[in-house]
């Protein structure tokens, strides 16, 4: 009798396409993956309530629900929906009080309002003034897992991400991070798996890590 397989489903981060799942590989004998996108959110629509409308898509009971950065916080809502075997986040946040100071600041002078978000519908224009590997290697990557320009978008993102309220999270959760993160800085991050040289696109250029560990800790009791 063959074995039942376990359904991963995988969130990437803001604005970034399934793509940033490319080289995450489980075992086909034991895992069958799925990869979400983004949807447009509603007008003036709580993260809490996308979440929901999100959480159709999951076609499974019992789920392994795993998210990237805001993505992160996006299957945290989502699990409060529907039935989750596991719930992993990866470069993420597990609750406001993770949040870093930056980001607290944004949310108490409202400053996320003004950033210039339609820029990240601007790439190829970007691409023309960016001087140094390093910016140009960086553009690269923006525009190879970035999915979602619309400023609209980005903008609800920025706002939910930002102004997330969660005090509490599932005692249970498993939180994946990286010790060199600079969107979510390890020293605000409390009881987390720790990547060494893990920046905040681990799950990209740590995959090797992810494909030797994520059975182990999807499997474990």
């Not at 978008?153 to 939910?160: C, D, G, K, S, T």
Request: positive net charge; proline residues 4%; hydrophobic residues 45%.
């Amino acid at each position: 009798m063959s074995q039942e397989l376990i359904h991963v489903y995988l969130m990437p981060g803001m604005a970034a396409s399934s793509k940033i799942f490319e080289y995450i590989k489980l075992p086909t004998n034991q895992f069958k993956t799925h990869v979400l996108e983004w949807i447009m959110p509603l007008d003036n629509e709580p993260v809490s309530a996308y979440a929901l409308r999100l959480s159709k898509k999951i076609k499974h009971d019992q789920i392994i629900l795993l998210g990237v950065s805001f993505g992160g916080v996006v299957v945290q809502e989502m699990s409060k929906h529907i039935n989750v075997l596991k719930l992993i986040i990866v470069s993420s946040v597990k609750s406001m009080h993770e949040l870093p100071t930056k980001m607290i600041l944004a949310k108490t002078t409202k400053l996320y309002g003004i950033l210039p978000t339609q820029l990240a519908s601007k790439l190829d224009v970007l691409e023309k003034y960016a001087f140094g590997n390093t910016v140009k290697k960086r553009l690269e990557l923006y525009k190879r897992y970035l999915s979602v320009t619309d400023s609209s978008y980005l903008n609800w993102a920025i706002r939910e991400m930002v102004c997330w309220s969660q005090e509490d999270f599932r005692a249970d959760i498993i939180h994946i991070h990286g010790d060199k993160d600079a969107v979510f800085p390890i020293k605000n991050i409390k009881k987390c798996i720790v990547i060494k040289n893990g920046t905040h696109i681990a799950i990209i250029n740590k995959y090797k890590w992810f494909n030797e560990n994520l059975p182990k800790l999807i499997l474990a009791n």
